[in-house]
Each structure stands twice: as C-alpha cells, then as structure tokens.
C-alpha cells in the first residue's frame, strides 16, 4: 500500500523558513507526479507546488519565488523549502501522489507562520 508521511511542519516567525519532507512507500513514488497542497483554516484546500517525475515543476502564484519543490527519487521522499513565510502561509500542508488513475494523500502537517 502507498504510504506518505508529511514532516517538517511547526511554528515559525514571519520571514523565517522552514522545508516540508514527504517521504513515501509503496510503488507508485518513482513514476508519480508529487504535489504539496495546503488548507488554511476555515479555507478549501489549494495547490501549492507540484514536481513530475522528470523532474518539472510549477507553483501557486502566492508561493512562487519563496518556495522550491525538489524531490529524490533514490529516497522516495520530496521536499517542500518555503523562506519568506507568511502569516497568510498558515495552513495545514499535505502532500500528495498521483500517476493516471491513482491518487494518494499524506495526513498532513500544520504550519504555522506567527510571531
């Protein structure tokens, strides 16, 4: 079964930084595309950063220059590094697998951005 297990999170200050780990089991790690969301609190869930196999990658605007997703296959785990935080980056973030018609979610780890 596939597995993924979200880490890294905590409370940070504004400006500061954190990296998010999402490490994973199972088959699917190698040739799935990887994907952070988030869910602030009271707010649906949106994308933050996803990274292809290959190795491509896009953001969500509100993330875009601070963050960078990197992922290593030889680990089976992919990273989130966000600087600059936000209090607006507040959220619950998951991490998330897919390749055609399968699709897998972490339990998710809280950041919190305050000072």
């Known amino acids: 079964q596939v597995q993924l297990v979200e880490s890294g999170g905590g409370l940070v200050q504004p400006g500061g930084s954190l990296r998010l780990s999402c490490a994973a089991s199972?088959?699917?790690?190698?040739?799935?595309?990887m994907g952070w969301y988030r869910q602030p609190p009271g707010k649906q869930r949106e994308l933050v950063a996803t990274?292809?196999?290959?190795?491509?990658?896009n953001y969500a605007d509100s993330v875009k220059g601070r963050s960078t997703i990197s992922r290593d296959n030889a680990k089976n785990t992919v990273y989130l590094q966000m600087n600059s935080l936000k209090p607006e980056d507040t959220a619950v973030y998951y991490c998330?697998?897919?390749?055609?018609?399968?699709?897998?979610w972490g339990q998710g780890t809280q950041v919190t951005v305050s000072s």
């Open positions: 199972g088959y699917i790690f190698s040739i799935a595309t």
């Open positions: 990274i292809t196999s290959g190795g491509s990658t």
């Open positions: 998330r697998a897919w390749r055609e018609v399968l699709n897998y």
